[in-house]
């Protein structure tokens, strides 16, 4: 197994919590804005915060958003960014046993009863999108669409983005690849604290990630600081997941979102798979990886919230 495919199953996977509206100019700078707290039954809490204006769209897991969401975005929809209790380094010493998909889809709605919507639209992406996928399964008549980006219908397995890489990845890429390999070593990563070593691993990773191999990512790691024992605990939630094989059907408006060179989650996953969703707007970014708003973020505006 390679280092790539350890960086997806491993300790690691909660990397994939963040996504990317970029623009250009239209970069959101990080906030000071203080989020809000809901206070669950144990004393734990759910942190959130709102900006932007119209639709209401709930932002599993993420704070890491607020960042790279573009303005503009935030003039079409009204962002609610939900950190789930436990998720952050300020928590790390809580349990995270207690987790159950069914207490992270309660907190969502915990959120959404709280600022007093009647319906939003939920959006997640990568690992956090199944999150997304199930509330709208569970909450249908709180659900109005569901955005899914750089997602998957089953967790994937390191066999299948071996064979896709070793197949679809130019050589140009692979050598990128080889150059992060040595520049970022794996004596570079074992030296690391562990709140650092993640961080080398996703910048080392990029050519998995980006439409452009030699993309530098690190810009978007900057202060952020998760549990890290979270995420994992949250992946094995998902360990046997089969989208095609939970009931019932999810009639919401779908837009899904993948890219053509996202070697994280192969496009190839969908392929036969997309019926799954009766009113669904499949999208494949042709010029993007795992991140596809990096560059179209105006046809999200305008795409995902039809129907």
Same mark, same amino acid.
């Given at each position: 197994m390679n280092q790539f495919s350890i960086l997806y199953v491993g300790r690691i996977l909660f990397i994939v919590l963040i996504s990317l509206s970029f623009n250009g100019s239209c970069l959101v700078e990080a906030q000071d804005k203080r989020p809000s707290e809901i206070v669950a039954a144990d004393g734990t809490k759910v942190h959130h915060v709102v900006e932007? %204006?119209?639709i209401p769209c709930v932002v599993v897991n993420g704070s890491h958003y607020r960042?790279?969401? %573009?303005? #503009?975005?935030?003039?079409?929809? =009204?962002?609610?960014?939900?950190?789930?209790?436990? %998720?952050?380094?300020?928590? !790390? !010493?809580?349990?995270?046993?207690?987790?159950?998909?069914?207490?992270?889809? #309660?907190?969502?709605? /915990?959120?959404? =009863?709280? +600022?007093?919507?009647?319906?939003?639209?939920?959006?997640?992406?990568s690992l956090p999108s199944l999150i997304a996928l199930e509330y709208a399964r569970k909450y249908p008549e709180h659900t109005s669409h569901l955005i899914l980006i750089g997602s998957a219908p089953s967790m994937i397995q390191p066999k299948e983005q071996e064979a896709f890489w070793d197949s679809d990845a130019s050589q140009a890429r692979k050598s990128?690849?080889?150059?992060? +390999?040595?520049?970022?070593?794996?004596?570079?990563? =074992?030296?690391?604290?562990?709140? /650092?070593?993640?961080?080398?691993?996703?910048?080392?990773?990029?050519?998995?990630?980006?439409y452009d191999p030699s993309y530098d990512s690190s810009w978007m790691l900057e202060g952020i600081a998760p549990n890290m024992n979270f995420m994992p605990h949250v992946a094995g939630l998902f360990?046997? $997941?089969? #989208?095609?094989?939970?009931? @019932?059907?999810?009639? &919401? @408006?779908?837009? +899904? !979102? %993948?890219?053509? $060179?996202?070697?994280?989650?192969?496009?190839?996953?969908?392929?036969?798979?997309k019926d799954s969703f009766p009113n669904l707007s499949y999208n494949l970014f042709e010029k993007s990886g795992h991140y596809?708003?990096?560059?179209?973020? &105006?046809?999200?505006i305008s795409s995902s919230l039809n129907g």
């Open positions: 932007g %204006s119209g960042r790279v969401f %573009s303005k #503009e975005l935030r003039r079409h929809l =009204k962002l609610v960014f939900v950190d789930f209790r436990h %998720s952050t380094e300020a928590e !790390a !010493a809580a349990k995270v046993d207690d987790i159950t998909l069914d207490t992270l889809l #309660e907190e969502i709605d /915990q959120v959404r =009863k709280a +600022l007093g919507f009647d319906r939003v639209a939920v959006m997640g992406h990128a690849d080889k150059r992060n +390999l040595e520049r970022i070593t794996d004596e570079d990563v =074992k030296k690391a604290p562990p709140g /650092q070593a993640w961080k080398l691993l996703f910048v080392r990773n990029g050519a998995h990630y980006w360990r046997d $997941y089969d #989208e095609g094989k939970r009931t @019932p059907r999810v009639t &919401r @408006p779908v837009f +899904l !979102a %993948s890219g053509r $060179y996202d070697y994280l989650v192969p496009y190839t996953m969908w392929e036969g798979r596809p708003m990096l560059r179209s973020p &105006r046809y999200l």
